[in-house]
């Protein structure tokens, strides 16, 4: 730490005393809430926006592919900006920027403002979340930072457990748009705290190189893998447009590994994937991000569309999951410290997989408490997993890598949350497409109006439910790879 960095915290402490710690926690748990919200609050009214604006399948998963997708990419960028422009002004540019897309996105009459809006909220997203890390490990000695990220956490992980009630709720008395305005307050708190408890930046130096090229290949990689993904589900895998998003994805892809090896400041440093159990843990990151955020965007999707559920019992729906994921967080983390973590990450992967084995029996008259019960199964393997997963990342990197490592996990995780939400939903369309065809009927995503175009649709849920559970079973090889010498359980 440099010295007008030092000098900057004895004044914070001077002033604020030992609470000045739990202020900083507060601040950036505000805004990573915030983002956290953002995430999963749209997922419920994605059928209400869908309605509003006529939108079909392929576009709609935009507003939740498009945001994980952009956070992804931030979410490299967040080191370079808090030492080019400080911890204060990042946390205020991202929130700042999050606030007026918010707006923009609530109060939009096109479709494509509304999707662009959540893409550059994601972006914003992407920053935030890394530099609470960065903020609490900067005021909390290594003795505290368990407890500090223990309370953090619990705040941030009760997001999810409310985000898709309160956004039923908001749907159902005032419309969709509410969801886009209700993470506001956080965020205006958040900002105001910034002011006061953030620290500036250390003007002892100059601002280090951005990897501008390295970021302008990811940015390209992504969105083109994404779009080819779309495309080829929409106008054939051999069409022309989809070959050419396709190889652009590629080559962007290739490019950005060429670039980040032979650059002197790399975005991402690849070469921490060399680690076996390092690479073994962003494998199992990056099936738990398709995992999470695919299944929190087929099961609203599927209660909503098949039986007929409002957004408020959708919502209500998975909100005993998410409590029950946040307790599991906190029980896991000791589990972690008592046990070997790929033993933790491997339980947690069965009860995820067992979950949605359940679901891909799932029926028109699949009783609300049935699926309540198989989702709480999965909450709990995914509550299992997280803490484990973090630990079993790094803790096997050199100490000058843990920054690198701790950024990479998380970026492979919401990269595969993007790429879990295009591919749930390509598959989906696919096999209701191929159970229409089966039946011989017309039409992919009509509404079920007779009892065989239901079965279809049936028919397709089913499939992609186990698709996820698969996705599970494959991730279990690579967690056991993330055992170390001498692991063994206590």
């Known amino acids: 730490m440099h010295n007008e960095e030092t000098a900057q915290l004895d004044a914070m402490f001077q002033k604020y ?30 059928p209400d926006i869908m309605a509003t604006f006529h939108m079909g399948q392929d576009r709609a998963q935009w507003l939740s592919t498009g945001f994980l997708a952009a956070m992804a990419t931030t979410m490299l960028m967040t080191s370079w900006c808090v030492r080019a422009f400080g911890q204060r ?47 609490i490990f900067q005021v909390f000695p290594a003795h505290q930072r368990g407890r500090a990220m223990g309370i953090y956490g619990l705040g941030v992980v009760l997001s999810p457990a409310i985000g898709p009630a309160l956004g039923g709720l908001l749907a159902h008395y005032f419309s969709w748009r509410a969801v886009f305005f209700v993470v506001l307050p956080f965020c205006l708190v958040g900002a105001a705290m910034a002011v006061f408890f953030l620290t500036g930046r250390d003007g002892s130096g100059e601002r280090p190189a951005f990897d501008r090229p390295g970021c302008a290949l990811l940015i390209l990689f992504t969105a083109s893998l994404l779009a080819g993904l779309t495309s080829g589900q929409k106008v054939g895998w051999g069409a022309a447009r989809t070959l050419l998003l396709s190889a652009t994805a590629c080559l962007a892809g290739l490019g950005f590994a060429w670039r980040e090896f032979s650059c002197r400041h790399p975005l991402l440093n690849l070469r921490i994937f060399a680690n076996r159990q390092f690479g073994a843990a962003a494998v199992v990151s990056f099936a738990y991000g398709m995992g999470i955020y695919g299944s929190t965007y087929l099961i609203p999707l599927f209660v909503q569309t098949i039986c007929h559920y409002t957004p408020v019992r959708s919502g209500l729906l998975l909100f005993p999951g998410g409590v029950v994921l946040a307790v599991a967080i906190t029980v896991a983390g000791r589990l972690t410290d008592r046990y070997s973590a790929h033993g933790v990450v491997i339980a947690g992967l069965v009860c995820f997989g067992v979950s949605f084995c359940l679901f891909s029996g799932v029926n028109a008259a699949t009783t609300f408490r049935t699926m309540a019960w198989w989702i ?70 009509g509404s079920p109006a007779t009892a065989p175009a239901l079965q279809a649709r049936v028919a397709g849920f089913e499939d992609s439910f186990l698709a996820v559970a698969v996705i599970f079973g494959l991730a279990l090889l690579p967690a056991w790879f993330m055992q170390r010498k001498g692991d063994h359980h206590a």
Do not use: H
Not at 107 to 123: E, T, Y
Not at 425 to 431: P, T
């Open 17 to 46: 005393g030992q609470r000045y710690r739990w202020l900083v926690v507060l601040t950036v748990m505000l805004g990573t809430t915030s983002m956290v919200l953002a995430t999963t609050i749209v997922n419920v009214v994605i």
């Open 89 to 135: 002004t990042t946390y205020l540019a991202a929130m700042a920027l999050f606030i007026v897309l918010s707006f923009l996105g609530g109060m939009s009459n096109s479709a494509d403002v509304v999707i662009v809006s959540r893409i550059i909220q994601g972006a914003a997203g992407g920053i935030i979340q890394p530099l609470a890390m960065i903020a």
């Open 376 to 445: 709480v199964l999965g909450r709990l393997g995914l509550g299992l997993v997280i803490p484990a997963l973090n630990a079993g990342a790094v803790q096997t990197l050199k100490p000058e890598l843990l920054n690198q490592g701790s950024g990479a996990v998380n970026f492979v995780r919401q990269l595969g949350g993007a790429f879990g939400v295009t591919m749930v939903s390509s598959f989906l369309e696919w096999r209701t497409a191929a159970a229409y065809g089966a039946a011989g009927l017309q039409g992919a995503m």
